[in-house]
């Protein structure tokens, strides 16, 4: 089923595939490893591990991932979820030698966010929200000014 939705963004032009990356029962009942290599058997994409902890991220690299994303980090039960992006997190994976692409992903709000997950190890950071969500971009001019 996963790699149903993975084909088709690779069919649309993606060439990175982002999936759960974290050792959490999947629904498909595939392990990791058999999902990376079904998306790597039938297509050129390549495969972004969303994880949520060191452990997760030294599971997916063994799976045989391509990219290594903390953007789960927080929202799996095995972190507190900070307030920006968990740094201590992509310090552990930078610090982890992966020989992958670790992408800094998840509450990155700030040009300062994402230099400081650059100098904690990142090869790149993902700034969705930052950039394409007005509501958020908002809510935290409104937070800010009203103290």
Not at 86 to 110: F, K, V, Y
Request: net charge negative; glycine share 8%.
């Amino acid at each position: 089923m996963v790699f149903h939705f993975a084909n088709d963004f690779f069919q649309a032009g993606a060439h990175i595939v982002a999936l759960d990356g974290t050792r959490r029962q999947r629904p498909d009942q595939k392990s990791l490893a058999e999902t990376i290599s079904a998306v790597h058997e039938r297509s050129s994409a390549l495969v972004m591990a969303d994880c949520g902890s060191l452990d997760d991220a030294l599971a997916a690299a063994e799976a045989g991932a391509d990219l290594i994303g903390t953007t789960l980090a927080g929202y799996t039960g095995e972190r507190n979820k900070t307030e920006g992006p968990d740094l201590e997190l992509i310090e552990q994976i930078a610090a982890a030698n992966l020989g992958l692409p670790l992408i800094a992903e998840g509450r990155i709000h700030t040009p300062a966010q994402a230099r400081a997950a650059m100098d904690a190890g990142a090869f790149a950071v993902v700034v969705e929200t930052a950039i394409t969500h007005p509501a958020s971009i908002t809510g935290w001019f409104d937070a800010a000014l009203r103290g």
